[in-house]
C-alpha cells in the first residue's frame, strides 16, 4: 500500500510542480526569498551528496531558476541566491503543494495525520539512520 501510494503522489506531484522536479522544488523551497546558501549547505539541507546536487544546481541555473554569486567574504565560495523567475517559480510551486498538502489530508483529524507522521518518520529513522525530524509533519504542512 505504501508503495503504491508513494507512486501515486509522485505521478500527481510531477503533473504539478510548475515544470520543476521534486528536488529542484527543495532547493527552491530552501532558497526561499532572499535566502543564500552554498552548493554544500544545500546538500545538507535536502540530504543529498554534494556531486549530484551540483549537478542539479546546473540545470536549475541553465533554466534561468538560480543563480551562483561569488561570496563577499570569502571568493572561492559560490553562494545560490534564487532569480526572479525562481521565486514566481517557489511561490507558484508552493501554492501547489499546499493544495496537494490539503488533498492528501483532506477529511482525517490533526490525531490521524499526527499518527501517520509519526510512522513515516519512525520508517525514515529505522531504515535510513536519520535524526528524528523536527518538521511540521504533525500538523500536516510537509
Do not use: C, H
Not at 53 to 73: K, N, W
Amino acid at each position: 500500500m505504501l508503495s503504491i501510494a508513494q507512486r501515486a503522489v509522485q505521478r500527481r506531484t510531477v503533473g504539478e510542480l510548475a515544470g520543476v522536479t521534486g528536488a529542484q522544488a527543495g532547493v527552491l523551497f530552501l532558497l526561499g526569498s532572499s535566502i543564500e546558501a552554498t552548493i554544500g549547505e544545500v546538500a545538507r539541507s535536502l540530504k543529498a551528496t554534494p556531486s549530484s546536487m551540483t549537478e542539479l544546481i546546473d540545470r536549475m541555473v541553465a533554466a534561468g531558476l538560480i543563480e551562483r554569486r561569488l561570496d563577499p567574504d570569502d571568493g572561492r565560495v559560490q553562494r545560490l541566491t534564487l532569480t526572479a523567475k525562481g521565486e514566481t517559480t517557489r511561490r507558484v510551486t508552493l501554492e501547489r503543494v499546499s493544495a496537494l498538502n490539503t488533498l492528501m489530508t483532506d477529511d482525517f483529524t490533526e490525531a490521524e495525520i499526527a499518527v501517520v507522521a509519526r510512522w513515516l518518520d519512525a520508517v525514515r529513522i529505522r531504515f535510513l539512520g536519520l535524526p528524528k525530524s523536527t518538521a511540521g509533519l504533525a500538523s500536516g504542512k510537509s
